[in-house]
């Protein structure tokens, strides 16, 4: 930490990871929607936010559907969302192969922001919300190459064991620690 100031937290949200935790958990409930913004206030605590980053595949209306479009649609409401309460929003792409959905280059972009970040030192620590062992590489760089900290934040009942361990702080939540963080959503 800098002598006299507060640490520095810069924050990155794998989009999809997270999306699917979330999910799992049953959050947000019908009618809400998750509020990232008082989140990672929360998680930031008294620490000084210099950045908040959101990762996630951009969906697109590829087979020209009613149901694509409603999609991709939401996709955009929901980031314009976030763009309005300071999120930089870092876009990859949605790669359709018949029935699966494949996201590509977030996960690149996200280990790239971090290892740039450390080097050009914007942040004291990284708090990476994301699940994806791929993202050690970087991590295991910003912590023994610049000599930062990064924070693992996870979801109960499936934390990975491999940020746990190579991360500097590991916090896990659990549903009833993410439920206060929903509001009602406005009709569209």
Known sequence: MRFGKKERVAIY???SNTYNKLKSFGLPEEGKRFDFSAFVSHVAGDRELVSKRYYVGIVRNHDNSEKGELLARKQQQFLEILRSTGFEIKPGKIMYDSDRI???GVD???AV???IGAADNWYDIAIVISSDTDLIPAIKYVLNGKEKKVEYIG???APSLGMIKECSVQRLFAKEDLVPFQYLKETD
């Open 13 to 15: 949200i794998d989009g």
């Open 102 to 104: 494949r996201e590509k």
């Open 108 to 110: 690149v972009k996200l």
């Open 113 to 115: 922001d971090l290892v």
């Open 155 to 157: 979801f109960a009942g």
